[in-house]
């Protein structure tokens, strides 16, 4: 993990920069937002990021598309705001965008708690579970023996499987489970399964403490362990969690490379909670990365988010040949703080769905996201500007252009020079959220030190969030989605992503650029973002990047 010391005065200078109207403020105008009630709870829950309806939400469970509908489960707990038993609850969505809740898909029973896992559609019925020409849809997922890991037994996880006849509606557990017994291991979880198309056959991946194991099935109700990976390999302050594991082909070319997604928690790259990813090749039995990847350890610096708010994503099974997109989400929180945020009724979100791409650069492969292509079709208001002239500070949006509660934001910086551009969120209280390019040093940081409401956590603002370019371009490009109480952001095409959470007392109604030298925004094209059903496509004008 890297970062750079100078981070740490940033708000000291950018105070100054950034104050051009507030220090102007009347007695009077200072009273009126005294008098200004707090945001809380309900004034939090994002416009479009799925949230439950009430009580705890944790990791992406069971994803897969079937007939129109994208299924999202997820780590539920519907008794309290905090983690408990856990349960996978169901949303379902025909964009990724807009999302329904649903009944409580699997419960906890004698056999424990229902931790993390994947689902697959099994349309040739390998599994046996298809009656009346009905396909099968396979949950596998982990039993969390909780009265085995109060005494400390090392075998208290398993794996087990469901099956289900409507479409993810409703579930019928396997009476044989389990299906694949624990070996001796304190941390043996959540099950990433696919079909291997190139190989033919089932292919798991599970996180143990240090290690990914593979295991191969021909029923899903068998399983063989064909290899393990991983120890002494990548980040490991953690224990290893929610893996995903799948091919994918190189942009602009027919090479094919293997692409393993590792969460851990601790040891993100900025602390708490952060998910890394290895590439390699897989030989049907055994997984090879890169070598540049191999011995990595603590300087491992590929991770498919470097912000502190997205962890344990994983990929929709059974996407269209046709569509082709790897698809992806995660949860937009940190165990470091996640059941002490300032929301009561609710806990957590996830991130925007978003598509993952394999490049390559020089002799490296990096995967890259970005938000779904769906999402361009809410886009309302738009606010366009070129050539913004940054001197000292620059105010280029606030509340009168559109509403920066559910706002899209693309900009261009051209000719960057060795020095620190600056952009920032701020609202009628003064509070602010400060995001900084080094172009000198190659480093984003984020500092949400005065972004509102921290003090629940020790652990939330303490420190700036730093993340690497990854990109050698003399141009900067960004994407930034901002939904209330969170913002990701998607540099360069989405090389270097960070995403953040924050909880300001007012709502953000300006979004301004600064530097200590003058500097050029060669464009920005902003969008306000409306949560109606769309009642037609973005036009192609619209659908350019810039």
């Known amino acids: 993990m890297k970062k750079n010391i100078l981070v740490l005065f940033f708000p000291l200078f950018l105070g100054l920069l950034f104050a051009c109207k507030n220090d102007k403020k009347t007695d009077e105008s200072e009273k009126d937002m ?42 539920y707990y519907p008794e309290d705001n905090v983690w408990g038993p856990m349960h996978w609850g169901h949303a379902t969505s025909k964009d990724m965008i807009t999302w329904e809740e649903q009944d409580i898909a699997l419960y906890p029973d004698d056999n424990g708690y229902i931790f993390s896992g994947s689902a697959v559609v099994d349309r040739n019925n390998t599994s046996g579970f298809g009656k009346d020409g009905k396909v099968p849809v396979v949950a596998i997922y982990t039993y969390h023996d909780p009265v085995g890991a109060e005494n400390k037994e090392n ?5 087990a499987i469901a099956y289900s006849l409507d479409e993810g509606k409703t579930w ?19 099950p990433k399964v696919t079909w ?11 996180a143990t403490t240090k290690k990914t194991l593979f295991y191969t099935s021909q029923n899903l109700k068998e399983w063989k362990k064909l290899s393990e990976f991983g120890e002494g390999t990548g980040a490991h302050d ?18 094919t490379k293997w692409v393993l997604i590792q969460s ?41 988010d470097f912000g502190r708010d997205n962890y344990a994503g994983v990929t929709w099974a059974n996407i269209p040949q046709d569509d082709g997109r790897k698809l992806f989400i995660g949860w937009m929180s940190n165990w470091l703080y996640a059941q002490e945020v300032p929301t009561q009724t609710w806990r957590s979100a996830m991130t925007v769905a ?42 280029a949006l606030d509340s009168e252009d559109l509403d920066l509660a559910r706002a899209e934001i693309r900009f261009t910086i051209d000719d960057l020079q060795e020095m620190t551009y600056n952009f920032r969120l701020s609202n009628v209280v003064g509070e602010e959220f400060i995001v900084s390019y080094d172009h000198a040093q190659k480093q984003f940081s984020v500092n949400r030190s005065l972004s509102g409401q921290t003090d629940f956590s020790q652990d939330f603002a303490a ?11 003399d141009s900067l490009t960004a994407v930034l989605i901002l939904d209330k109480t969170s913002i990701e952001m998607f540099f360069d095409d989405g090389k270097t992503v960070m995403t953040e959470i924050f909880f300001p007392n007012q709502p953000w109604n300006e979004f301004s650029f600064a530097s200590l030298e003058d500097f050029r925004v060669s464009e920005l094209k902003a969008y306000e973002l409306k949560f109606e059903r769309p009642t037609k496509a973005a036009s192609a004008e619209e659908d350019q990047d810039l």
Not at 46 to 75: E, S, V
Not at 370 to 393: Q, T
């Open 354 to 395: 978003r598509e993952l791409k394999l490049v390559k650069e020089g002799d490296r492969y990096l995967v890259t996201s970005e938000p779904v292509e769906e999402l361009k079709k809410y886009r309302d208001e738009d606010h366009y500007m070129e050539e913004i002239n940054v001197s000292g500070n620059s105010i």
């Open 463 to 473: 420190e700036n969030s730093t993340a690497p370019r990854i990109s050698d371009s």
């Open 196 to 206: 291997d198309d190139i190989h033919k056959q089932w292919l798991m991946a599970l």
């Open 34 to 75: 005294a008098a200004l009630e707090p945001q809380k709870d309900e004034d939090f829950r994002p416009n479009f990021h799925f949230t439950p309806k009430k009580n705890w939400m944790n990791d992406p469970n069971g994803m897969f598309y079937l007939n129109g509908t994208y299924h999202l489960y997820f780590q």
């Open 238 to 255: 953690g224990v290893w969690e929610c893996p995903d594991f799948f091919p994918m082909q190189v942009e602009g070319g027919e090479e």
């Open 172 to 190: 019928t557990k396997y009476e044989g489970n389990p299906v694949l017994p624990n070996p001796g291991m304190t941390d043996f979880r959540d």
């Open 155 to 159: 075998d208290h996880q398993s794996q």
């Open 264 to 304: 851990l928690n601790p040891g993100g790259y900025n602390g708490g909670s952060g998910t890394q990813y290895f590439v390699g090749d897989f030989d049907g039995k055994k997984f090879t990365p890169e070598t540049y990847m191999e011995k990595l350890g603590e300087k491992h610096e590929y991770w498919i």
